[in-house]
């Protein structure tokens, strides 16, 4: 009885997963150091370091290269690293030197210019959109993902649920009068 149990559980990973322990259907090409450092100073452009420590201090690249490798079908997976050269491509032309070394004005007018560009993408799509394709199948625009996951990656890490926000463990009772003073953060539980 224990080894059926035990067959029960184990069966479907060794079947799954080859000897040496990967698994081929989640085989995505690994982020370089660079591409992690540039993640990161993507995600601290978009979300930058004030009085409350940035995407940067929660090491952002490293959470989207993780998310983009292990959650995103191979098509969102080649958009987001061919995203990544673009960036640093338009960067170079546009302003000279690494995205990584610019000013955060230059860096910030990039970013704005690509939020335009990936909301037209997204409207254009949605007005083709059949509605037998989901936007998986169909493909994002690669700076949505990114500030997508900039944004989920640091307010589920720790400093951006206790510094950015109000973060309350568990909550008391509903007020639906709560007093706010201008300038209060948002409360997150």
Known sequence: MATLMGASVLGPRLFSAN?????????????????????????????????????????????????VRDCYAPQNQAAFKDGLRKIAGAYST?????????TPANRTTLLN?????????????????????????????YFRMMKELTILGYFTSEIGATKAVRFMEVPGRYDGNAPYKKGDRAWFS
């Open 19 to 67: 000897l040496d322990g990967t698994n081929p259907a989640n085989a995505a090409p690994a982020f370089a150091p660079e591409e992690l450092a540039l993640l990161d100073e993507i995600g601290d452009t978009i979300i930058p370091t004030t009085d409350i420590p940035g995407a940067k201090a929660v090491s952002i690249g490293a959470f989207m290269a993780m998310m």
């Open 94 to 102: 546009r302003f000279g030197g690494s995205f990584a070394t610019g």
């Open 113 to 141: 210019e690509l939020d335009q560009e990936q909301k037209a993408f997204t409207e254009q799509t949605k007005r083709q959109r059949t509605g037998a394709v989901s936007e998986d199948e169909e493909g994002q625009h």
